[in-house]
């Protein structure tokens, strides 16, 4: 049975620019930090930097949650990022956006104002 989002991992040709970028981009420093792996607790959900990797933005997006999106594509691009598809609303009041790490791999954000806390697990 899926659960839901539990870790993602992105490839990074630098492990140690990666790591300062998204310690910005999270406002936090990885709890877990060795040469071949650093992980982040993102309210309670894992980002893994995987060292020597080749970044893409194919495939799967994984979506993080916001609250204010506009803001935060704004100070995500401010610290490096790029808009890889523009702020789309989905429906429902719910709102997404791809942007694009400095690194080439593509970082979802999700504003969902139906998302319920109580149900993760």
């Given at each position: 049975m899926i659960k839901g989002l539990r870790t993602?991992?992105?490839?990074?040709?630098?492990?140690?620019?990666?790591?300062?970028?998204?310690s910005?981009?999270?406002?936090?420093?990885?709890?877990?930090?060795?040469?071949?792996?650093?992980?982040f607790n993102i309210g309670g959900f894992e980002l893994g930097l995987l060292p020597d990797g080749q970044p893409g933005a194919q495939g799967s997006v994984t979506y993080w949650g916001v609250d204010g999106i506009e803001q935060e594509v704004e100070r995500i691009v401010a610290l490096g990022g790029s808009l890889h598809h523009p702020i789309t609303d989905v429906g429902d009041g719910i709102r997404t956006v791809e942007l694009l790490d400095p690194f080439g791999n593509q970082i979802g954000l999700i504003d969902n104002p139906h998302f319920d806390t109580a149900k993760v697990v």
């Open positions: 993602v991992t992105y490839p990074v040709p630098d492990l140690d620019k990666a790591k300062a970028w998204y910005q981009v999270f406002g936090t420093a990885p709890y877990f930090d060795q040469p071949f792996y650093v992980g």
